[in-house]
């Protein structure tokens, strides 16, 4: 009885202490406990294994080319070829572990690209849900920013910068009056379905076309114009801003939400 009464007591105390750690990373990775069956790995012992395991960026090619693990094959997510791109790797590379990354601890991708593996029966996929940014400021020589290693964790973008350079819809078509502006419409032509938010007046062009995005800086910093630009989401326009910072561009501004945005104030609106 007395050892039954221990073993409670025991259990009950192990409990208790485990739940400000607990409640710590609930705190830290908040998207954990929405997919409690993805295995995750943490980044000192991924950095340490991290010439067993086959690392893979599951963004978008863009963001991949911007900051990237070094080493890390790219398979977005978004891909129509995720599963068999990542079966191939598991028939290549039978017995080691697959370690998937995306931005960070709010970002699902890692978590939806691990859970997708595990549906389709990919085996032996782990993500690591600390993602790329905070991968590069723990190991600055384990990671390329624009071509350049390592990377100064002085040139990632924080997020509070990032906040300043958004406009919401409003303020943004408030701007557009002016006579010294551009506007850039950079969503790729799937996302943009033919619709213009601004006919006539912006100018379209992919983030990835770096010719006819210089060609549009280059005008707009020899008529000391501001760069109004927007996206589908509000979201890749955060990796333009490396592009851009990196071209000594100061006076541009995005569209907080992108045109999902726009849309969402019309229906609101009408």
């Given at each position: 009885?007395?050892?039954?009464?221990?073993?409670?007591?025991?259990?009950?105390i192990?409990?208790?202490?485990?739940?400000p750690?607990?409640?710590?990373?609930?705190?830290?990775?908040?998207i954990?406990?929405?997919?409690?069956a993805?295995?995750?790995?943490?980044?000192e012992?991924?950095?340490?294994?991290?010439?067993?395991?086959?690392?893979?960026?599951?963004?978008?090619?863009?963001?991949?080319?911007?900051?990237?693990m070094?080493?890390?094959?790219?398979?977005?997510?978004?891909?129509?070829?995720?599963?068999?791109?990542?079966?191939?790797?598991r028939?290549?590379?039978?017995?080691?572990?697959?370690?998937?990354?995306?931005n960070?601890?709010?970002?699902?991708?890692?978590?939806?690209?691990?859970?997708?593996?595990?549906?389709?029966?990919?085996?032996?996929?782990?993500?690591?849900?600390?993602?790329?940014?905070?991968?590069?400021?723990?190991?600055?020589?384990?990671?390329?920013?624009?071509?350049?290693?390592?990377?100064?964790?002085?040139?990632?973008?924080?997020?509070?910068a990032?906040?300043?350079?958004?406009?919401?819809?409003k303020?943004?078509?408030d701007?557009?009056?002016?006579?010294?502006i551009?506007?850039?419409?950079?969503?790729d032509?799937?996302?943009?379905?033919?619709?213009?938010?601004?006919?006539?007046?912006?100018?379209?062009?992919?983030?990835?076309?770096?010719?006819?995005?210089?060609?549009?800086?280059?005008?707009?910093?020899?008529?000391?114009?501001?760069?109004?630009?927007?996206?589908?989401?509000?979201?890749q326009?955060?990796?333009?801003?490396?592009?851009?910072?990196?071209?000594?561009?100061?006076?541009?501004?995005f569209?907080?939400?992108?045109?999902?945005?726009?849309?969402?104030g019309?229906?609101?609106?009408?």
């Amino acid at each position: 009885m007395k050892k039954s009464k221990l073993l409670t007591l025991f259990l009950f105390i192990s409990f208790v202490i485990s739940l400000p750690i607990q409640a710590k990373e609930a705190d830290e990775f908040p998207i954990r406990k929405l997919y409690p069956a993805v295995p995750t790995i943490e980044s000192e012992e991924l950095h340490k294994r991290k010439n067993n395991v086959i690392i893979v960026d599951v963004r978008s090619g863009y963001e991949y080319q911007t900051l990237r693990m070094i080493g890390a094959l790219n398979i977005p997510l978004a891909s129509p070829n995720f599963i068999k791109e990542m079966t191939k790797i598991r028939k290549t590379h039978p017995n080691k572990e697959i370690v998937v990354y995306c931005n960070g601890r709010t970002c699902k991708k890692s978590y939806k690209a691990t859970q997708k593996c595990r549906d389709h029966n990919v085996n032996n996929v782990t993500a690591f849900d600390l993602g790329i940014f905070d991968w590069a400021r723990q190991y600055p020589d384990q990671a390329i920013l624009l071509g350049e290693t390592p990377v100064n964790p002085n040139k990632l973008i924080a997020k509070s910068a990032f906040k300043k350079k958004l406009l919401t819809p409003k303020k943004f078509e408030d701007l557009m009056v002016q006579k010294d502006i551009i506007v850039l419409d950079i969503r790729d032509r799937f996302q943009r379905e033919a619709i213009s938010l601004y006919p006539g007046v912006e100018k379209r062009v992919y983030i990835d076309d770096h010719i006819k995005l210089d060609h549009f800086i280059d005008q707009a910093t020899r008529e000391n114009k501001t760069l109004l630009i927007y996206d589908a989401a509000g979201k890749q326009v955060r990796w333009l801003m490396y592009y851009l910072e990196k071209k000594g561009v100061k006076n541009y501004a995005f569209m907080k939400g992108g045109a999902h945005a726009y849309f969402a104030g019309l229906r609101k609106q009408f």
